[in-house]
Structure formats: C-alpha cells, structure tokens
C-alpha cells in the first residue's frame, strides 16, 4: 500500500516543498501532510485507507459534501461532449444567469478560473473604471497570491509569517494600502491622506482567512458610506462567504451591497473556477465592451461550468438547505464553547454561518493583531491529537472550519467528543506553553 510520508517524500524531489499550495504542507502543525485518495459525503480517506470527518472541505467549496451524485452526473454527461473548446457554451450563460438571479446587485458576471485571478482581475476594473491606482485591503485578509494582494496577507501568507512576499515589485506594493480590520478610523485616516486616488477598498465581508473574523455590527455599511463618499468602489471578496452564507452572500447576510464581487471555488463545485461579477455600467469597461483586458482559454470551461451550474442550482432550489447547514454548525459550536468552558481552556470560538474558528487565545478576536496572539503551537498540539482521533482540520490556526450539508449529527458527536479528549491529553502541555 502507498504511504503518505512515501509520496511526501517523492514529492519534495520534484514540487517545491513537496505541495503545490504552501498550508497543506502540514509546517504549521509540526507535521506531514496526508496524501488523500478519495472522498465521499463528509468523509475524506488517505492513500492508507484511513478516514477522516473533513472540516476543510476542500477549503470550502464543498458545501454539499465531497462526491455529490447529482453534480458527479452532470460532470460526467459534460465530459463526454468534450473537455474544452476556447468557445463560449451553453452552460457559462446558464451560470451567469444563475450568479445574476441569486446575488444581491449583480447583472453582469466574468467567469475566470480561481479566486486569485477574479480578485486580480476586480482590481484592474476598479482602477480602469475610476482611473485611480490605490488600493485598500485590511491586515490578516487574504485576497489570492496576486502582487497588489500580497501586502499583510491572511492565510498561507500569515501561517509562515510572511508578511509581504519577496518579488512583488515595490511601486506596486506601495499603491496597496492596508487598514485595521474592523477599525472604521484607520480606514478613513488612509482615504483623508490619499484624497480623490483611492480605486476600491477590498474586504473579505467575513475574514476567514486570519482564522474567522466577523464584522462588528454596522462595519460594513460603514466602508460602503465611505466609498460611496469618495466615489470609489467597494469589493467584497466572497470566495469565502459566497454561496455559504445564504444563496446571497454576505452581501444579503449582511444587508450590505458591494460595487464588485469576487467568487472563487464554490461556484465550481469542486473544480477550478473563480468569477467576478457587479452592476453592468462597471462590467461594461471589461474587454470586449471595454478597455480593462482580462482573457482566459479556460474561462467558462465546459465541465467546470457544469459542476458549478450543478452546485449552485441545488443550493438555490432546496429549501432550508442554509438553515440545515448553520444549524449543524451551531450545535458543533455551542458544544465546543461547552467543552472549553469545562476544561477552562483559553479558547476563543468565532462562528458565522457554518464557518468556525477555535482561536487558542482567551481574548476577543477581532482583527489581524489580535489574531496573531493565538497559541499556534497548541493549536498545532490539538490538530494533531485530532487528526490521530479521525478528524481534519486544517493545519493552521489560521484557517477556517467548513460545514457541509453532509456533514450528520453522529459526525459532530463524533467530533465533540474528539475534542473532549484531544484537549484533555493536552492541557499538561498548554500549561507549559
Ligand atoms: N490558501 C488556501 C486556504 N485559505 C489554501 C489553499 C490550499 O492549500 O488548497
């Protein structure tokens, strides 16, 4: 039988540090990553045959639960037309026409192939369309690995502490300027020292990539008042919070509309798509209609149109699915608050809808810095003895929980007592960290 720590081994010869994206290197827990094989429901197994209930859920994107038959079906009747053909289909309108029905303020939709290139490509809109430069995004928020996105970023970026990546040209980075999530002064402080050259704010409407952040209450309409104010743009980066929160967004979730939105691999189902998307005078300045250039082969490709279409039309046409789902989530949360509280840990648990982050820190969690302050080698510590325990997270502190519509109540007893168990094997060891 192959072996993870075999194939980890023979990956590092040929893939840089042995993985083709930096957290699931496992560095972060002390560890090596698992080599998965297969996936079904909320179950995922490693080349060992071992299983595991996932919470990383193909960070996100799976919100129907791993192999989901009806989207399997639709890809497999798309395949066998053809893979791809550098021309529009069917299926790509289908989809837009679906983004268009569901999200609040959308009327036109670009399909591109990752959130990294939909984040890209919403900024070079913004600029085009207001014929400024800057940019404002907030510490610890993680917008794809794009040069004007790699300044303070969340994620994989944060989780090697990192805080602006090497080869990202200066001048570029100079025009990415960064505010204090949840802090509507530093915000407005950058628009008084950068009067009439500020583009777009960009924001994940929840941070879910410096752990899991809400919003404070009245946040967002906030920067959408400042922006309107200054008559620049506001992006929500929803790779997260789209298509999770409700069939809206965080847009509808909130109450709060953007000028762009940015959705990455939920609306693929599980394959590699990513889409930005607003109201139709902004979508006008992108290329054909306008001058913004933005082009791909793969855009709109068959089979992950397919997926995509097949995913977003079961959320939109099952009744309480978004209920069912947060539920799920609610319960796995109060449980965890209750076993913290039991075992007098320094847990902090944020939730939003079916994201979930237990921060090792005894403080409020409301912004990059304070995120920073979580224990990470005890989170390392608890990742690893519930991995031993059959349950995944993902490997850094830094990261979301995920609940998919699969996921049962027997997976989140399952879970709890995990936890149970996981913190009390390490409460001698957190005491000493
Ligand atoms: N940056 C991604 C999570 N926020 C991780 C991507 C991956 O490793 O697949």
């Not at 026409?97 to 192939?113: A, D, F, K, L």
């Not at 847009?251 to 939920?266: C, H, L, N, P, R």
């Not at 995920?402 to 109540?409: K, L, P, R």
Request: net charge negative.
């Amino acid at each position: 039988m192959k072996s993870s720590s075999d194939l980890f081994k023979r990956a590092k010869k040929v893939i840089s540090g042995g993985v083709n994206s930096p957290v699931r290197a496992f560095r972060a827990v002390d560890s090596n990553p698992l080599f998965i094989s297969r996936a079904k429901g909320s179950k995922i197994y490693d080349v060992e045959e071992r299983e595991y209930i996932d919470y990383v859920c193909s960070w996100g994107p799976m919100i129907l639960g791993h192999s989901n038959e009806l989207i399997l079906k639709k890809v497999e009747k798309a395949m066998h037309n053809g893979l791809s053909f550098g021309a529009p289909v069917e299926a790509e309108v289908q989809i837009a026409e679906m983004i268009v029905s569901m999200v609040p303020g959308v009327e036109m939709v670009r399909m591109v192939n990752s959130g990294t290139e939909a984040v890209m490509s919403a900024v070079r809109l913004a600029r085009g369309f207001t014929k400024r430069d800057k940019i404002i995004k907030f510490e610890g928020c993680y917008h794809g690995h794009s040069d004007s996105m790699l300044v303070k970023a969340g994620s994989g970026v944060l989780t090697a502490g990192i805080p602006d990546s090497l080869g990202v040209p200066r001048n570029l980075a100079g025009d990415t300027l960064t505010a204090v999530y949840n802090n509507i002064s530093s915000v407005q402080r950058l628009f008084e020292e950068n009067k009439n050259q500020i583009a777009a704010v960009i924001i994940e409407p929840v941070a879910a990539n410096m752990g899991v952040i809400p919003p404070e209450e009245g946040f967002l309409k906030e920067l959408s008042c400042i922006c309107r104010q200054n008559s620049s743009l506001l992006i929500f980066d929803e790779v997260i919070t789209g298509f999770r929160l409700g069939a809206g967004g965080a847009q509808e979730y909130f109450g709060v509309e953007a000028d762009i939105v940015t959705f990455g691999k939920i609306i693929g189902g599980g394959m590699p798509v990513g889409a930005y998307a607003g109201r139709k005078e902004i979508m006008e300045y992108v290329a054909p209609c306008g001058g913004v250039y933005q082009a791909g082969t793969l855009s709109g490709n068959p089979v992950a149109m397919a997926a995509g279409l097949a995913q977003l039309e079961i959320l939109n046409s099952s009744p309480g699915i978004y209920e069912d789902i947060n539920k799920k989530a609610e319960v796995l949360g109060s449980g965890l608050e209750k076993i913290v509280q039991k075992h007098k840990v320094p847990v902090t648990l944020n939730r939003v809808g079916s994201l979930l982050c237990m921060f090792f820190s005894q403080n409020p969690v409301t912004n990059y810095q304070e995120a920073k302050q979580s224990n990470t080698k005890y989170y390392a510590a608890f990742f690893k003895s519930m991995l031993s325990k059959g349950i995944y997270l993902a490997p850094s502190q830094f990261e979301a929980m995920f609940v998919s519509t699969a996921h049962t109540y027997e997976d989140i007893d399952a879970t709890l007592k995990a936890v149970e168990e996981s913190l009390a094997e390490n409460i001698a060891l957190m005491e000493e960290l």
